[in-house]
Nanobody, 131 residues
């Protein structure tokens, strides 16, 4: 059974940091693209960051302009699970949202930011940044 389980959300003051984690299991995720999206109340889900990995091209990362330079995505591949992290620094009130982990088998540069390109999703973890 495929599971993506996020953790690490919470309440933080503006300028602070949080580290989100997502454990993916139940599938062969080592070659999947892993992404983070977020959804604020009343808004559509939006792309935050993604990491792709392949044996021939290695690891590549992608970021939304709004988080570039403040957020860092990374991943650990093990035999049976993949854990992806989102280190969030210099947080702003506008970063407040539910953050979702995602996994996609056929992600390309053209589709890395599209919610409909991903195959699996976690339940989300809430991040609240107070001013």
């Amino acid at each position: 059974q495929v599971q993506l389980v996020e953790s690490g959300g919470g309440l933080v003051q503006a300028g602070g940091s949080l580290r989100l984690s997502c454990a993916a299991s139940g599938g062969t995720f080592s070659s999947y693209a892993m992404g983070w999206f977020r959804q604020a109340p009343g808004k559509e889900r939006e792309f935050v960051a993604a990491n792709t990995w392949s044996a021939w091209s290695g690891s590549n990362t992608y970021y939304a302009d709004s988080v570039k330079g403040r957020f860092t995505i990374s991943r650990d591949n093990t035999k049976n699970t993949v854990t992806v992290y989102l280190q969030m620094n210099s947080l702003k009130p506008e970063d407040t949202a539910d953050y979702y982990c995602s996994a996609g088998a056929q992600i390309t540069i053209a589709t890395v930011g599209r919610t409909d390109a991903y195959d699996y999703w976690g339940q989300g973890t809430q991040v609240t940044v107070s001013s």
